[in-house]
């Protein structure tokens, strides 16, 4: 795969080890937005401490669900965010990249938690997200902040997401194995 020459909609932001914020050490972000405004994604590997039943305590129609709930990003860490995987179009969801669509509208979330087969296979929740301003990600990518691939839902509903960083660095090439072994902290080198 080829990484730093573009990026947008349906890509990865994979952090480069040297990226010195701590909300994104070793982070996959799907980008679900990307324009001249600025960007907007979803961290695809930090658990939350929390229960999709301590979330929505009051929504009888998650009450059965039992997949985790992720932070999606340091931004309106109140705000929930879905993204579920479909070969079809999903009623009031945003198409991101390959069979990944995203979800802000809870009034479709009913329905949605009715076509799809396995919700716990096929939807992920995400508390809050990762925004950047205007010309503010293209800054970072000067800085090398972060690699980039194209987005594959295998990763994005992957069920090792502990792992998942290593994974997609793996994904890029030979060339960038050494990332993976690089030290948290570049001090520490």
């Known amino acids: 795969m080829d990484q730093n020459q573009e990026y947008g909609k349906g890509y990865f932001l994979i952090a480069n080890p040297i990226l010195p914020d701590p909300n994104f050490s070793r982070t996959v972000v799907l980008l679900c937005n990307h324009n001249e405004e600025g960007s907007f994604g979803l961290v695809m590997n930090r ?17 059965a669900y039992k997949g985790k709930v992720f932070v999606g990003g340091p931004v309106s860490q109140g705000q929930v965010f879905y993204l579920c995987q479909s070969k079809e179009p999903l009623p009031g969801m945003e198409w991101v990249c390959e069979d990944i669509y995203l979800g802000m509208n809870w009034e479709a979330l ?8 396995e919700p716990e296979k096929y939807m992920r929740f995400y508390l ?23 987005a594959s839902n295998d990763f994005v509903f992957s069920d090792s997401t502990d792992q998942l960083w290593a994974r997609v660095v793996r994904s890029m090439g030979s060339e960038y194995e050494y990332l993976v072994n690089a030290p948290k902290n570049p001090q520490w080198n």
């Open 128 to 150: 809050g997200y990762s925004g950047w301003g205007s010309g503010q990600l293209a800054n970072e990518m000067e800085h090398r902040s972060w690699l980039t691939c194209l």
């Open 110 to 117: 009913e329905e949605i938690l009715g076509i799809l087969n």
């Open 47 to 63: 658990s939350a401490d929390l229960s999709i039943s301590e979330v929505f305590a009051n929504y009888e129609e998650l009450k």
